[in-house]
């Protein structure tokens, strides 16, 4: 396996040229809220509003064609990227937000009835938490919770007792944004089939340090954004299985979902298109499959392995510092590291970090009940990426040691 040439990728991203406050190098530790972006990356997305900047789909003239080749072609790129076995099954979305709704609302809708249940983890991202509330509380579902251990993991025991015959669906977190867990969704996944229960996986954090299989896994439905694969803001993807997509009606409705409109009658678009309604975002798109191409020209397996590498040295050294508690210590993570300082609040923590030049996330990263899990109201988050190095978290730990010199 290729060692990582550090230089030159951290050379690929121009945000990380930059200095902040009184010429601090900047230190960007804020990678599971959104990863930076490549200099491909860019300049695929310039390259399409500056020479090929047209619809898709609809026109006949030369550059609707050449975004429309583009476009189609990132479909493509994503559905050898997660390993589907058709670009039928590849639904472009805004986000990984937009993805799990669409699922809530369109398959949710037609498939559940009141007593019908779901089940989610304690874990979960806000976004895989609400849409599912607000159809227990118009349709009269219900919401099964499974619980977290101290050290962060899920119980899995407590998981297979609350599998039954009413189980409809598991809507399952692939990596915890703020602890850094890596579940087990292909167990996840087995025992619920097992009970006929479909399966979504929330692969926000995954997609970009691990190799995701949709056919491997057998996942039902699999959401994920493009920003935090070094894509762009704003786009994302829904994978399902076809039968299952087939069977679902358009989530919205407009233009390209459709094959034929009268006043009397709508015959929805073939898909994938029939939950792509309207102009969508062509760019992002487009840049999606630039950073996709990014990522398999480093090459998954060297990602993970320079972020393991990472998430062990970040470790020991947090680890050291006294006054420091890490949240969120489960044997299988991947490089997100939680922590609270004895009577400093994060938020004061994050801001004198910034002030150092290091960027990391402080607050309660869109998981408010694993903040009340853990009993604290936010935490400091650090997320690692590949172009972080030793040297980073030699800063961070740096720049903490300073915080609690002020607060002494």
Known sequence: MKRLDLTRIRNDFPALQQTVHDDQPLVYLDNAATTLKPQSVIDTISHHYSSESANIHRGVH???????????????????FINADSTHSIIFTGGTTAAINLVARSWGRHNLQAGDEIIISHMEH????????LLRDSMGIVLKIIPITDDGALDMDAYTDLLSEKTKLVSIIHVSNSLGTINPVKEIID????????????????????????????????AFSGHKLFG??????????????????????????I???????????????????GTPHIAGVIGLGAAIDYVNDIGLEAIAAHEDDLLRYATDSLSALTGLRLIGTA???TSILSFV???IHPHDVGSILDQHGVAIRAGHHCTQPVMQRFGVPATNRASLSIYNTRDDVDALATAISSVQEVFT
């Open 62 to 80: 030369t550059l609707s064609e050449r975004a429309t080749a583009r476009y189609e072609a990132s479909r493509e790129s994503v559905r050898a």
């Open 191 to 222: 025992a619920a089939h097992r009970e006929g229960a479909r399966v979504l996986v929330d692969a926000a954090q995954s997609v970009s340090n691990q190799v995701v299989d949709v056919q491997a896994l057998d996942c039902d439905f699999l």
């Open 331 to 333: 044997a299988h993570k």
């Open 126 to 133: 806000h976004s895989n938490i609400v849409p599912w509330q």
């Open 232 to 257: 762009p803001t704003g786009i994302g993807v829904l994978y399902g299985k076809e039968d299952l997509l087939n069977d679902m009606p358009p989530d919205n409705g407009g233009g390209d979902m």
């Open 259 to 277: 094959l034929s409109v009268t006043f009397e009658k709508t015959t929805f678009n073939r898909l994938p298109y029939k939950f792509e309604a």
């Open 341 to 343: 300082l004895d009577d």
